[in-house]
């Protein structure tokens, strides 16, 4: 069963900087594709960013430049360094495992950027 657990989010000043954590179990973490979604209440969930197996990234062009996924396979653990946050950056922060079947979210993190 997959099991997704964020760790990482919190309130920051605009300018400022956070990384996300989402530790992964009950699937091969290395194979499956992974990414970052995140969520404003009344809007749609939209991808931040994604990391596929082979490791090749995607970025929306809201966060290019600015953010950073990767993942460590010996930890089982999925990254999404942060910097340079602004006030639009504020939302629900969701891990997501795609194993090409179907996918799965974590119950997400929150993240508020004060001006």
């Known amino acids: 069963q997959v099991q997704l657990v964020e760790y990482g989010g919190g309130e920051v000043q605009a300018g400022g900087s956070l990384r996300l954590s989402c530790v992964a179990s009950?699937?091969?973490?290395?194979?499956?594709?992974m990414a970052w979604y995140r969520q404003v209440p009344g809007q749609q969930r939209e991808l931040v960013a994604s990391?596929?197996?082979?490791?090749?990234?995607y970025y929306s062009d809201s966060v290019k430049g600015r953010f950073t996924i990767s993942r460590d396979i010996d930890k089982n653990t999925l990254y999404l360094q942060m910097i340079s946050l602004k006030v639009e950056d504020t939302a629900v922060y969701y891990c997501?495992?795609?194993?090409?079947?179907?996918?799965?979210y974590g119950r997400g993190t929150q993240v508020l950027v004060s001006s």
């Open positions: 997501y495992a795609d194993s090409g079947y179907g996918g799965d």
């Open positions: 009950g699937f091969t973490f290395g194979s499956y594709d």
């Open positions: 990391i596929r197996s082979g490791d090749s990234t």
